[in-house]
């Protein structure tokens, strides 16, 4: 059984789509163990880099179909985004009243 997500690297053209490919480790009732498929040859510490996934869970770190794992994708980026906005303005608002206040004391000194 696979498992997919995907995530978004930059790169010398501006980035691209990754889709990264997982493979069942072992399966409980309650979920799976997955481990990058690349890891599988034995050569790696597989306790290291083997993933819990709840079957049933809303979100999960990857899917069993790549048209789940792209929707997936999307609403992680989605709210990236969204919580990335929200810093900005934090910041700008930050700044821009840092800025005022050493303007203020500036002209106290003056």
Request: glycine share 4%; net charge positive.
């Amino acid at each position: 059984m696979k498992f997919y997500r995907y995530e978004f690297r930059l790169d010398q053209t501006g980035g691209v789509l990754a889709l990264m490919e997982f493979i069942l480790h072992k399966e409980t009732p309650m979920g799976y163990w997955i481990i990058p498929e690349w890891a599988d040859s034995g050569w790696y510490n597989v306790k290291r880099l083997k993933r819990w996934v709840l079957k049933k869970s809303l979100k999960r770190y990857a899917y069993p179909t790549k048209e789940e794992a792209l929707t997936n994708y999307i609403e992680r980026t989605k709210k990236r985004k969204m919580i990335l906005k929200s810093q900005i303005i934090s910041c700008e608002t930050g700044l821009r009243i840092a800025e005022n206040f050493k303007e203020k004391l500036l002209t106290i000194k003056s």
